[in-house]
Every structure is written in C-alpha cells, then in structure tokens.
Nanobody, 126 residues
Framework: QAKLVESGGGSVQPGGSLRLSCVAS????MGWFRQGPGKELEGVAS????????SYADSVKGRFTISQDNAKSTVYLEMNSLKPEDSAMYYCTADPGRCFPYGLGVSFKSTDFRVWGQGTQVTVGS
C-alpha cells in the first residue's frame, strides 16, 4: 500500500516548467524515479534528510532540483527546461535508510527505495 502522495504532474510545452510534490514523513532518503513509454524505470534525483545532500541523473542535471520542506513533510522536484524526452510517469520514492552516494557514481536502483507512490504523469509536447 502506497504511503506517498504525489501531485503536480500535467502537460507542458518544451522549455516549460513543472513542480512535483510528494507528501511523506518519517523517511530519511527521498527520491524520484520516472518511466517513459517503452523505457526502463530511471532514477532521477534523491535527497538525504540527514545532511540535505542531493544527487541527480546526468539526464536532468542543471535542469531539475530536488528539495524538501520538513515542516510540511513534503519533497519537491522542480523541473525546468523540460524536453519531450522528459515525458514519463514520475514516482516519488522513500526509504528509512540513508541515501546511497549516487552523486559519487553509484547508480540509482529501484530496490534502494522500499516505499513508492502511485505516480503522476508529466507530458512535454507542443
């Protein structure tokens, strides 16, 4: 049973922006994954609430920003300069353990996150 609730998906033109939100509490590592049509599940970003360290997939670096508001128990994914290839179902994920050092070359793995949301659709197209 999903314990995370995502919101903020929708349709946007190329170059546009969207902000995804995920309400969750009690987890140390929060992340976002996505799966586009015909594509494999891809880790996008993570943030460790212990030290605030964030990590990103190369495909979104410089365009996406993950952040968290502990007072609101909410994690955000700010997505700018969106491209058609960013179109996907986006999933909020969480784990009670620390994040792996994704920023140091460790690949995102879906099995690193034990809790998943239902997903929110993002469509980028003219």
């Amino acid at each position: 049973q999903a314990k995370l609730v995502e919101s903020g998906g929708g349709s946007v033109q190329p170059g546009g922006s969207l902000r995804l939100s995920c309400v969750a509490s009690g987890y140390t590592c929060m992340g976002w994954f996505r799966q586009g049509p015909g594509k494999e599940l891809e880790g996008v970003a993570s943030i460790d609430s212990t030290d605030g360290v964030s990590s990103y997939a190369d495909s979104v670096k410089g365009r996406f920003t993950i952040s968290q508001d502990n007072a609101k128990s909410t994690v955000y994914l700010e997505m700018n300069s969106l491209k058609p290839e960013d179109s996907a179902m986006y999933y909020c994920t969480a784990d009670p353990g620390r994040c792996f050092p994704y920023g140091l070359g460790v690949s995102f793995k879906s099995t690193d996150f034990r809790v998943w949301g239902q997903g929110t659709q993002v469509t980028v197209g003219s």
